[in-house]
């Protein structure tokens, strides 16, 4: 039987010059044929919106639109919005797509009529290098019953797998168009991190039907100005406003006890790397705060104590230069050798010219018996600093 439903491919395209010409003509190239092509020049300073341009002449499915830079939040929603066909999917105007993708899941599409089809991705590098990813979820249709049952309880995050049962993406998947224009109205245009979860997880858990594809036809190409490589101190809010908004979706589609935790640890998995990529901490590793109120900056500083508490002190000291570290001392300094800083004898600091003495020691007895010893050797009280170590949560709350 000969499938005639128009699927509407949308493709944001922003500065996007050198690989657009692969990413248009892997559509083009699609064994199904019936494509509604909507390329989205958002606002690009190159030549990507005289590319589109020439590109439309060649086929006639082509349609380009030109718009100021808004980002790809607002670009996808009005290619949504000009959509001919009551599917939609995505594409990123550096990514590409095998040449039978569309017929398989078209097939799909016309066999079970589901609101949403998910597959796998393929993870291309500079050097060559792929790798897949699928859903955790096995392959098959799932009704309203079986999606609240066995998709929402884990699809941002499987307490037994560690993992999103369900990729975010949302160029690996078809998508009813009606769906997509319900549960998008209220996203924020602001969210950068995590766009696609945004509207990718409420779909799921509005939809009727969904069927999951084990096998994977989309090329993600992976490339160093991707998120995960260009954290900076304002992540953070970026992050902070994905979790909002999902929170309040949920909240309004009545599953906020199912997805409060779930939304918790997806979060995590990219707050982890930003904060080892901004502070050079570790997954994993305990981050304490500095006590910057009780310490004057570009002020000399010894800190004492080389264990977790000692260590994120340095880390963060490091990152932010804020006073000079005359030394660093602990009682064990002849067993520590994992550092690239050399720890000394606390012996040295009556030699030491210095503002404050900070001790870094999560133990209130252990510190106050430092504090002693530090007395002992001629350093003055006022000189001498300690506070209870503050950790900071994965959800920027002090503890």
């Known amino acids: 039987m000969k499938i005639e439903e128009i699927l509407s491919v949308i493709v944001p395209v922003y500065n996007a010059s050198v690989h657009l010409h692969k990413c248009i003509e892997s559509i083009l190239s699609q064994t ?6 909507i390329l989205i020049d958002d606002g690009s300073s190159d030549n990507s919106g005289e590319i589109c341009d020439r590109l439309a002449e060649i086929d006639g499915r082509i349609r380009v639109y030109h718009t100021e830079n808004r980002g790809v939040v607002a670009a996808r929603n009005y290619g949504v919005d000009i959509a001919r066909g009551n599917v939609i999917t995505f594409v990123d105007s550096d990514d590409w797509i095998e040449p039978d ?18 597959s796998g991705i393929i993870y291309d590098d500079k050097y060559g290098y792929s790798k897949m990813e699928f859903d955790l979820i096995l392959e098959g249709m799932y009704d309203r019953e079986q ?6 309880p884990i699809m941002m995050y499987d307490i037994k ?9 949302v160029c690996n998947k078809i998508i009813r168009k009606n769906l997509w ?3 998008t109205r209220g996203v924020d245009s602001k969210i950068t991190y995590g766009e696609d979860a945004a509207v990718v997880y409420p779909c799921l858990a509005k939809a009727e039907k969904v069927f999951i594809i084990n096998d994977a036809w989309y090329h993600y190409c992976v490339n160093n100005s991707s998120m995960v490589h260009s954290f900076d101190t304002n992540s953070f809010k970026k992050f902070k406003l994905l979790s909002d908004y999902l929170e309040k979706v949920y909240k309004k589609l009545g599953i906020w006890a199912v997805m409060e935790g779930q939304l918790k640890e997806y979060v995590k998995h990219f707050l982890y790397p930003a904060i080892e990529n901004i502070y050079g901490i570790k997954l994993g590793e305990s981050i304490y705060l500095f006590p910057y109120e009780l310490v004057r900056s570009n002020s000399r500083v010894v800190i004492y104590g080389a264990g977790k508490v000692g260590r994120s002190y340095m880390k963060n000291l ?30 040295i600091v009556s030699m030491l010219i210095f503002d404050f003495v900070v001790i870094a020691i999560e133990h209130e007895e252990t510190a106050l018996n430092v504090r002693k010893n530090l007395v002992s050797m001629g350093v003055f009280l006022d000189k001498i600093i300690w506070k209870k170590p503050e950790i900071i949560e994965s959800n920027g709350e002090i503890v």
Not at 32 to 37: E, Q, R, S, T, V
């Open 181 to 183: 224009k319900m549960l």
């Open 318 to 347: 490091i990152k932010t230069n804020y006073v000079e570290v005359v030394a660093w001392v602990d009682s064990a300094y002849d067993k520590i050798s994992d550092l690239k800083f050399q720890v000394q004898s606390p012996f």
């Open 161 to 169: 797998e560690h993992k999103r049962a369900v990729i975010s993406s």
């Open 101 to 118: 993708m569309y017929f398989y899941m078209l097939e799909i599409f016309d066999k079970y009529k589901p609101d949403i089809i998910s």
């Open 32 to 37: 199904y044929k019936n494509l509604d092509i």
């Open 147 to 152: 999606i609240e049952k066995k998709i929402i």
